[in-house]
């Protein structure tokens, strides 16, 4: 297998023309190995979010070369494009877009009878998706029920129903606080170092750089600074101390 799940050569990308353009990516050279938590930080606008999309296939680039697994997609039909990110990609969005009519269950068996699978078998699925995310008690409850960590881990098990090799997240604990932000990055982790998988998460919280193997820092549509991490499970802070020593 390619060493190199997510391979990036000189990809650009800019939106609007002449004195309004913005150079959202400035020729971005990039690799994430398998089994790699990496991370993309900087400031609003720097290109961060427009680059996953880009890898998402959400966005295309103007320019350069984008190869997921060895895969240039450039070089597939729009349809074969389409058919290779559903089965290979999952993306994670900073808001959670579920839909409020549906049960967590639903929310996540959608994607797969979108792609013409037996509802049956879809949400049999999503059952598996969401015991992995700590969520099996609550199959039936639906979206407004559920707090803001409830809901980050159902758009976490809707991303990974179809057992994507790729997974992106943009800002996944922007909106949780210390402790769920936690737990969502502990899972995360954990899908991130499954055999021939990779994930990237663009964020703003300084709290979840111990998970990472990697971080890049991104400015102005370019990646400045590259720091490799060697990952340890963050000491608890005081509260979870306490928690933890308290009686059962």
Same mark, same amino acid.
């Given at each position: 297998?390619?060493?190199?799940? *997510?391979?990036?050569? @000189? ?6 023309? @002449? +004195? ?30 427009? =680059?996953?999309?880009?890898?998402? /296939?959400?966005?295309?680039?103007? %320019? ?15 349809? %074969? ?6 089965? &290979? ?9 579920? #839909?409020? !009519?549906?049960?967590? +269950?639903? &929310? #996540? ?6 792609? /013409?699978?037996?509802?049956? =078998? $879809? ?6 998706? =969401? ?13 407004? !029920?559920?707090?803001? /960590? ?9 991303? *990974? #129903? ?27 982790? %954990?899908?991130? *170092?499954?055999?021939?998988?990779? =994930? ?18 991104? +400015?102005?549509?370019? *990646? ?7 990952? !340890?499970?963050?000491?608890?802070? $005081? ?5 933890? &020593?308290?009686?059962?």
């Amino acid at each position: 297998m390619d060493g190199h799940p *997510i391979s990036l050569r @000189g990809v650009v990308k800019t939106f609007g023309e @002449g +004195q309004a353009a913005v150079h959202a990516l400035r020729g971005i050279n990039l690799d994430v190995a398998a089994g790699e938590m990496f991370l993309l930080i900087g400031p609003s606008g720097c290109g961060k979010t427009t =680059l996953i999309s880009i890898i998402a /296939g959400i966005l295309r680039q103007d %320019a350069g070369e984008v190869r997921l697994f060895g895969e240039d997609l450039r070089r597939l039909s729009a349809g %074969a494009q389409a058919d290779f990110r559903a089965r &290979n990609v999952g993306f994670v969005f900073q808001q959670y877009n579920l #839909v409020p !009519t549906l049960t967590a +269950q639903e &929310n #996540v068996a959608l994607t797969l009878m979108i792609g /013409g699978m037996p509802r049956r =078998l $879809a949400m049999g699925r999503a059952a598996e998706a =969401l015991f992995d995310v700590e969520m099996s008690d609550r199959l039936e409850a639906m979206p407004n !029920t559920l707090s803001g /960590g409830q809901q980050q881990r159902i758009a976490i098990a809707r991303a *990974i #129903v179809h057992d994507p090799r790729i997974l992106v997240c943009d800002e996944p604990t922007s909106a949780l606080d210390h402790e769920k932000g936690r737990q969502v990055m502990e899972i995360l982790r %954990a899908i991130a *170092i499954r055999p021939g998988r990779a =994930l990237m998460v663009v964020t703003h919280d300084n709290r979840v750089y111990d998970y990472s193997d990697r971080i890049a820092s991104m +400015q102005d549509g370019h *990646i400045i600074r590259m720091v490799r991490r060697r990952f !340890t499970t963050p000491e608890p802070d $005081a509260a979870d101390a306490l928690h933890a &020593n308290a009686p059962l």
